[in-house]
């Protein structure tokens, strides 16, 4: 199978409404190598770098209210910086660039994926809406 790993995924796809920051970054705790005196940050299986994570709200009027915020990993040497939101909002609207998701089963066996990304960023204003294709007549 030509498939195997994360699934790389277009920011539009995800989040067709866009999304808001409603947390801080935050280090991912490593929870084999922690101890409950000492904090090991997780690393990334892929690339080894240290992984990062920052709550999003998903806006779309669809989505169910335990699916209206979402984490969403970043991995990168440095500790990614949220933008500082703009025009009077309570939350950051931002951007994820080099996203992909993974596909898991959870605890409760259902469907579930991880979301990770490259960084974050403001959210550009010229971008445009992912829209479903429309089907043939």
Request: hydrophobic content about 40%.
């Amino acid at each position: 199978m030509a498939l195997q790993g994360p699934i790389p995924i277009h920011f539009g796809q995800l989040f067709p409404h866009g999304c808001y920051a409603v947390g801080e970054v935050e280090k991912v705790r490593d929870f084999d190598a922690s101890t409950p005196d000492r904090f090991v940050q997780s690393r990334d299986k892929q690339t080894g770098e240290p992984v990062w994570q920052l709550a999003v709200m998903d806006p779309d009027p669809a989505a169910k209210a335990a699916q209206k915020t979402v984490v969403v990993k970043l991995v990168g040497q440095v500790e990614p910086v949220v933008p500082p939101p703009t025009g009077g909002l309570p939350f950051t609207p931002v951007e994820f660039e080099a996203l992909c998701v993974t596909p898991y089963v959870n605890k409760d066996g259902r469907l579930a994926y991880s979301i990770k990304a490259r960084a974050v960023r403001p959210i550009r204003l010229h971008a445009k809406p992912v829209t479903e294709p429309k089907e043939a007549a």
